[in-house]
């Protein structure tokens, strides 16, 4: 009798858990022995995705939602039959403003992310200056970068100081809560590193893109119970082995592959996934190759704090029609981004209420409060000035996201090549997590995919990745 593969995944954030689904559908369709473990260090499952339900209130500690235009997290959803849970944001809940002299302005129209790709539209705002404008419409004459910019040093090149400052800068700030003139464009902003370095301008690639992939009419999709359906459907549909508060792990190689020991489990593996922040891989990996070690070590995170404050919408004074507003650095005092969750998406605040969600980024700027409360006098008191509000919270929950979000600074591709490089040497480990492939949940779910068919791979020698695709386009 043939022996079954044996796979152990560390981390069952969403990257695990996608990881062990593959597995196990791939494992179904070719038919093949696979007996997967999953670990996890914390009594609960998910990692940073975690929905919580407080006096009618739906509450996000970490992802509130997903991008569109990335497939993956969509595919995987479906699968699991969680069509009829998938929600968008409202129609009238999409407008981003930007904070101008400490008024709200809205998002210059005829923009795709962070470029401007219809000009007619793009020349009605009042947020940028003509000189601006004229600025930005050159983009198509500004040659292609070479080598690995930062994200600031990218989009100002291309973009101009002005829509760089007043509206890029703040963007990916908040979704990547760091400092844009240290992290990597090419890491950080693949997609418009790559549209950049094929058409030479943001422009034609934006539109060439656009007219590709129509997509849905909202860009950001979550669920209608919190985006911790995602994560606890994949556990439930998972036949692994999961053992949950396993912490203090080791691992070591023999002739049998590797061996893994915690606090309250002993195991051998065939195949490792390591599907945990950096520093932590970087820690169990210290035996195998201390190289490979300090690499992984030296991948920073941020921390973030994200406040929710509720009010009695028949005290609320604004009438916030739009998603919610972020802030360029010259113009805040305390917070980065603000969304208004009560207007963005259904399902999240009873109608007498309003629910707002703001993201203060250590990365971006150091802060330091003492107490809580500290933090929501100061939070509320940003808000109120910028929506002339006079009335008070009536709830408030904080949430403190500490080192959760990976900072993909210059040079992390060539620390990646080199991670795997290293990796060569040691078949049968492979890394997964928002520090490989992008911080979004498309992108975990992409790379825990991708991971799991090379892992198939190394463990068959047949091509799962080129029957996948095919299986794909045939429409199975």
């Given amino acids: 009798m043939t022996q079954a593969i044996r796979v152990g995944i560390v981390g069952a954030g969403i990257s695990g858990l996608a990881g062990a689904y593959f597995l196990q559908k791939e494992s179904r369709h070719h038919n093949l022995d696979l007996q997967i473990t999953l670990l996890e260090k914390s009594p609960d499952l998910g990692g940073v995705i975690r929905s919580e339900s407080v006096q009618g209130l739906l509450l996000e500690a970490g992802p509130e939602c997903f991008i569109s235009s990335k497939t993956a997290a969509l595919r995987l959803a479906e699968e699991l039959g969680l069509t009829e849970e998938i929600i968008e944001t409202r129609p009238e809940g999409r407008q981003v403003f930007v904070v101008q002299s400490g008024k709200l302005e809205a998002l210059p129209p005829g923009m795709v992310f962070l470029a401007p790709v219809r000009f007619s539209s793009f020349c009605s705002t009042s947020l940028i200056s003509a000189r601006g ?27 101009g100081g002005e829509l760089y400052s007043k509206v890029a800068e703040p963007l990916v700030s908040a979704i990547y809560g760091g400092n844009v003139n240290e992290l990597s464009a090419p890491s950080c902003l693949p997609e418009l590193y790559q549209l950049e370095q094929k058409y030479g301008n943001f422009f034609k690639g934006l539109r060439s893109l656009a007219s590709a992939q129509p997509g849905r009419s909202s860009p950001f999709l979550t669920f209608r119970r919190g985006m911790s359906t995602l994560t606890e459907q994949l556990a439930s549909a998972l036949e692994a082995a999961i053992y949950r508060a396993v912490g203090d792990l080791t691992i070591r190689t023999d002739e049998r592959g590797y061996r893994v020991r915690g606090s309250n489990f002993e195991g051998r593996f065939d195949f490792l996934i390591l599907a945990t922040p950096a520093p932590a891989a970087a820690d169990m990996v210290e035996p195998l190759s201390s190289e490979l070690s300090s690499l992984l070590k030296g991948i ?9 404050l509720a009010y009695r919408k028949s005290e609320f004074s604004h009438s916030l029609q739009g998603s919610g507003f972020v802030f360029p650095e010259q113009e805040s005092q305390v917070l980065d981004a603000c969304t208004w969750v009560s207007s963005k998406f259904e399902h999240r605040c009873p109608p007498d209420r309003v629910l707002l969600r703001c993201a203060l980024h250590d990365g971006r700027r150091k802060r330091t409060f003492e107490k809580d409360e500290s933090v929501v006098e100061k939070v509320h008191a940003e808000i109120s000035r910028i929506l002339s509000l006079s009335c008070q919270p009536i709830f408030w929950r904080i949430y403190n996201a500490r080192k ?35 911080v979004g949940v498309p992108d975990c779910v992409r790379r825990a995919e991708e991971t799991t068919q090379r892992l198939l791979e190394s463990a068959t020698g047949f091509k799962i990745k080129e029957e996948t695709v095919l299986n794909r386009a045939n429409g199975s």
């Fill in 133 to 159: 404008k004229l600025r930005a419409m050159v983009e198509p004459l500004i040659p292609a970068c070479k080598g690995e910019p930062s994200v600031g040093a990218f989009l100002k090149r291309r973009l």
């Fill in 300 to 308: 920073h995170y941020s921390s973030t704090r994200i406040v929710y």
């Fill in 404 to 438: 959760a979000m990976p900072q993909m600074s210059v040079g992390h591709r060539r620390r990646i090549d080199h991670i795997n490089q290293i990796l060569l040497g040691h078949p049968g480990l492979f890394l997964a997590g928002a520090y490989y492939g992008g």
